[in-house]
């Protein structure tokens, strides 16, 4: 190319890159049918959440680290105007940590916030998820949001005999699902000291194995060994186990959740079905929601950019 050519292109190019980086910094949207959602994301970080079971991008990781990275892109594929809030549970509570915002505006600092998810940041050691589901239930409720709960299912200490405890709320107040996280066979769940380094894992004898020993005992108590009718009504034959494993209670969880009209869906199953789970068990409404189409200008103005780049090399190697 000639050089004087080259340079009266490379301008033109320069010219039209210039135009299409106003053009990207004025954020253009284009109004389009859409169904918004208002969403309260609780996160279990118990213990059992540290157990590495799932797979994210090739790599093993924690249940609590896929948790973090699915939701991330789920979230991505909600359109602007929805409004999504983020918690997390330990104990037998929530604690809300961002209340629902709108998505698009506050991407950042709300998948800032999943992304800073931590096992450290419980309060508690105990997991009595039936109970934490209905505390989270009855949050999303007072927030006129629905709840994606995300959990193992793992119940520490163990149900009591008489099994987990009845929602006393009003049913129907909250749509939703619970995601279940984890793989399906009992793996170990990674112990930590006082100073958060990892120092190998729980054995049998560091966690409690049987039910819990809150009300009435088991039918079969008198036949089992240690028995005692006022000093152990209990028995002793619950004192070994797997408790010191885990795995996604997933019966147990459907279950739970069913109890309450919510769904459930495996979080395993990866982020496009987890998105497609979210829509098909919350409400939404129709709207005309704006679509950002700030990035297809900023892509041209790149582009004019490197032709300009180019076309230069190309008429300074003619000359």
Avoid at 176 to 193: C, K, S
């Amino acid at each position: 190319m000639r050089p004087a050519l080259a340079r009266r292109a490379s301008l033109g190019l320069l010219a039209l890159a210039l135009l299409l980086a106003g053009l990207a910094v004025l954020d253009p949207r284009l109004p389009r049918e859409a169904r918004l959602r208002d969403l309260l994301l609780v996160v279990d970080i118990t213990r059992s959440m540290n157990v590495r079971d799932m797979a994210v991008g090739g790599a093993t990781v924690s249940r609590l680290d896929a948790t973090k990275a699915i939701l991330t892109e789920a979230l991505a594929g909600l359109p602007c105007g929805s409004r999504v809030g983020l918690g997390v549970f330990t104990e037998r509570r929530s604690l809300t940590l961002v209340e629902p915002a709108e998505i698009c505006a506050n991407f950042a600092p709300l998948t800032g916030a999943l992304a800073g998810l931590d096992w450290r940041m419980a309060w508690e050691g105990d997991s009595l998820i039936a109970r934490g589901l209905h505390h989270a239930y009855d949050r999303a409720a007072g927030l006129d949001a629905d709840l994606v709960f995300v959990t193992d299912g793992q119940e520490a200490p163990p149900l009591p005999f008489a099994g987990p405890p009845r929602y006393r709320g009003e049913i129907g107040r909250v749509r939703g699902l619970v995601l279940g996280a984890g793989g399906p066979v009992p793996a170990p769940i990674p112990r930590f000291d006082r100073d958060g380094r990892e120092i190998g894992f729980y054995r049998p004898e560091d966690v409690q194995q049987g039910a819990a020993r809150i009300g009435a005992p088991p039918t079969d108590a008198a036949s089992r060994p240690g028995f005692h009718p006022r000093n152990n009504p209990y028995g002793e034959s619950d004192l070994t186990g797997e408790e010191h494993l885990s795995a996604l209670r997933a019966d147990y969880l459907r279950e739970r959740a069913g109890e309450i009209g919510l769904g459930y869906a495996t979080l395993s199953d990866g982020a496009a079905a987890t998105l497609a789970a979210i829509e098909a068990s919350t409400r939404f409404e129709p709207a005309r929601a704006p679509l950002p189409l700030a990035r297809v200008p900023a892509a041209g103005a790149l582009a004019a950019l490197v032709c300009a780049y180019a076309v230069a090399a190309a008429g300074r190697v003619r000359s």
